[in-house]
T-cell receptor, first 116, second 113 residues
């Protein structure tokens, strides 16, 4: 069965410092991995995805994520955090096996708080 | 703007009311989804439609009834809801079922009294 874990409910960083939001996954086949961000009173916005190829994926707003197959992780990173990055971040995974396993499974979300 | 719109944005209803949520996508996608987002819980996939046919129903109570009249529109009909159904209901679309990233609407904040 597919699953996604975001071990931290909240991450606090100072503006200008690097940030990491953690995600680990479990799938039967090969993983397709996604990060989404949700600002207050808004829907989820796509940030980036890993399908195949280079393990380091670059996305919107200066975010990047690194796929690590041996650790089954896909942590979200940014070299220098902004106050405007404060939001709820969701990791999602789907299997490449198709059928209902192709539906996205979301983590419970990590609240990122960036202080000036 | 993601190209997916939802109306209304906020809805308050009593347990005996009947209401409908509407979702519209202008992206030419063939798959549409309903999710329920409750506080401190992962997003729950409720329904999946592909080319206007329901392909997934994750054991959702019958008081939630989806309708997909065409590939651009998706409805969620609500009747005799319970207070625990209060949540943010999100609609999403993707080019095909289980392919590519999903694009989400802003959601409908539902409160059941």
């Amino acid at each position: 069965a597919q699953s996604v874990a975001q071990p931290e409910d909240q991450v606090n960083v100072a503006e200008g410092n690097p940030l990491t939001v953690k995600c680990t996954y479990s799938v039967s086949g090969n993983p397709y991995l996604f990060w989404y961000v949700q600002y207050p009173n808004r829907g989820l916005q796509f940030l980036l995805k890993y399908i195949t190829g280079d393990n380091l994926v670059k996305g919107s707003y200066g975010f990047e994520a690194e796929f690590n197959k041996s650790q089954t992780s896909f942590h979200l990173k940014k070299p220098s955090a902004l106050v405007s990055d404060s939001a709820l971040y969701f990791c999602a995974v789907r299997d490449d096996l198709g059928g209902s396993q192709g539906n996205l499974i979301f983590g419970k979300g990590t609240k990122l708080s960036v202080k000036p | 703007e993601t190209g997916v719109t939802q109306t209304p944005r906020h809805l308050v209803m009593g347990m005996t009311n009947k209401k409908s949520l509407k979702c519209e996508q202008h992206l030419g996608h063939n798959a549409m989804y309903w999710y329920k987002q409750s506080a401190k819980k992962p997003l729950e996939l409720m329904f999946v439609y592909s080319l206007e046919e329901r392909v997934e129903n994750n054991s959702v109570p019958s008081r939630f009834s989806p309708e997909c009249p065409n590939s651009s529109h998706l409805f969620l009909h609500l009747h005799t809801l319970q207070p625990e159904d209060s949540a943010l209901y999100l609609c999403a679309s993707s080019p095909r079922e289980a392919l590519g990233e999903q694009f989400f609407g802003p959601g409908t904040r539902l409160t059941v009294l």
